[in-house]
T-cell receptor
Framework: NAGVTQTPKFQVLKTGQSMTLQCAQD?????MYWYRQDPGMGLRLIYY???????DKGEVPNGYNVSRLNKREFSLRLESAAPSQTSVYFC???????????FGPGTRLTVT | QKEVEQDPGPLSVPEGAIVSLNCTYS??????FMWYRQYSRKGPELLMY????GNKEDGRFTAQVDKSSKYISLFIRDSQPSDSATYLC????????????FGAGTRLAVHP
């Protein structure tokens, strides 16, 4: 029972390059979230998905796209990376009744 | 003014001390309150969950919610070096889209 897994763990990109961050869960939760965490800023919501086939913007969606491939998987894509996107990215899932969120181990992204 | 305010610390205490961590908030519609523990270079881990007002105890940890004062607390009794981490408060209104708002986190160091 892995919970929430994320790949890759680390990535370095040059400005303008693209990449996809992968997230998968085996908790059978409907809702999934992508956050970024920056020093002093806490966790900020990028996109979320309430169920398979639906996605919505969060607080900081600019420069990102998402895909909810199926119930298990929710990916985050950077089409043209910018240094401002240097951050730690976390995927989370959420229980239906109590709204508790469970996080993956994170992806550390550096854009040079 | 941020919706959720949390003193970033750092907070340094000796082993065995009682630790008090706090958050204040401005949105009176918040009903779900959580505390997450985040070790360095790891994802946030759900520590305590409380619905509405009151206290909840789990081992050495006690969470308190005072909705009239818009104030939540986490107490750690008999603190251990393994408690050294960043503690994030989080809260939401609940409902169909659970927008979880995080505090910036308080860094705690428990020294032997």
């Amino acid at each position: 029972n892995a919970g929430v897994t994320q790949t890759p763990k680390f990535q370095v990109l040059k400005t303008g390059q693209s990449m996809t961050l992968q997230c998968a869960q085996d908790m059978n939760h409907n809702s999934m979230y992508w956050y970024r965490q920056d020093p002093g800023m806490g966790l900020r919501l990028i996109y979320y998905s309430a169920s398979e086939g639906t996605t919505d913007k969060g607080e900081v969606p600019n420069g990102y796209n998402v895909s909810r491939l199926n119930k298990r998987e929710f990916s985050l894509r950077l089409e043209s990376a910018a240094p401002s996107q240097t951050s730690v990215y976390f995927c989370a899932t959420e229980t239906t009744v109590s709204y508790e969120q469970y996080f993956g181990p994170g992806t550390r992204l550096t854009v040079t | 003014q941020k919706e959720v305010e949390q003193d970033p610390g750092p907070l340094s205490v000796p082993e065995g001390a009682i630790v008090s961590l706090n958050c204040t908030y401005s949105n009176s519609a918040f009903q779900y309150f959580m505390w997450y523990r985040q070790y360095s270079r790891k994802g946030p881990e759900l520590l305590m969950y409380t619905y509405s007002s009151g206290n909840k105890e789990d081992g050495r940890f006690t969470a308190q919610v005072d909705k009239s004062s818009k104030y939540i607390s986490l107490f750690i009794r008999d603190s251990q070096p393994s408690d050294s981490a960043t503690y994030l408060c989080a809260m939401s209104e609940g409902g169909g889209y659970n927008k979880l708002i995080f505090g910036a986190g308080t860094r705690l160091a428990v020294h032997p």
